[in-house]
């Protein structure tokens, strides 16, 4: 079942990420790759299904790129994936269907934030919202080095 992760979470794994982000994104690549070869698709062929360059594919299981929001979107739609699984190794790698006739409400939340993201006046505030909290954070792992 797909759920989301609650902000105190995401805080830590933000602050994990800060502190160990290449190794983070490292993970989350080889996780995409696994994801990739379970669907049965090559580079070319996933690059080509997302509309992005084979680099992009390449990056992202490298560890040198996260995939994006809409990328992410359309690989639950499409194919289940759990992304909290890709992105944190929480639960399996893809989501169980709902039965027919019932609707999943956490996907439902997800769905409605995938649209309120895509108005420019939200999407902005969210953008500062994590520059700032990015910059709290740069600020408390300076002061821990001291």
């Known amino acids: 079942m797909f759920y989301f992760i609650k902000m105190e979470q995401m805080n830590k794994i933000d602050k994990n990420m800060l502190k160990n ?3 983070a994104r490292k993970e989350v690549g080889f996780r995409f790759m696994l994801f990739r ?17 084979e680099s992009t594919i390449v990056d992202i ?3 040198a790129a ?4 809409a990328y992410l979107h359309y690989l639950y739609e499409k194919y289940r994936l759990n992304i909290n699984w890709l992105l944190t190794k929480t639960g399996r790698m893809f989501v169980r269907k709902a039965r ?3 609707k999943d409400p ?3 939340k997800y769905a409605e934030l995938v649209e309120l993201m895509r108005v420019p006046a939200v999407e902005q505030a969210i953008e500062a919202a994590l520059t700032e909290i ?3 954070l740069e600020l408390e792992k300076q002061k821990n080095k001291e």
Do not use: D, F, H, Q
């Not at 070869?37 to 360059?53: P, Y």
């Open 21 to 23: 982000g290449n190794l």
């Open 100 to 102: 027919a006739g019932t």
């Open 134 to 136: 990015r910059a709290l």
């Open 37 to 53: 070869r379970a669907i049965r698709k090559t580079v070319r062929e996933l690059a080509s299904e997302l509309k992005v360059a």
């Open 66 to 69: 996260y995939p994006g929001i």
């Open 106 to 108: 956490m996907y439902e």
């Open 61 to 63: 299981e490298n560890g």
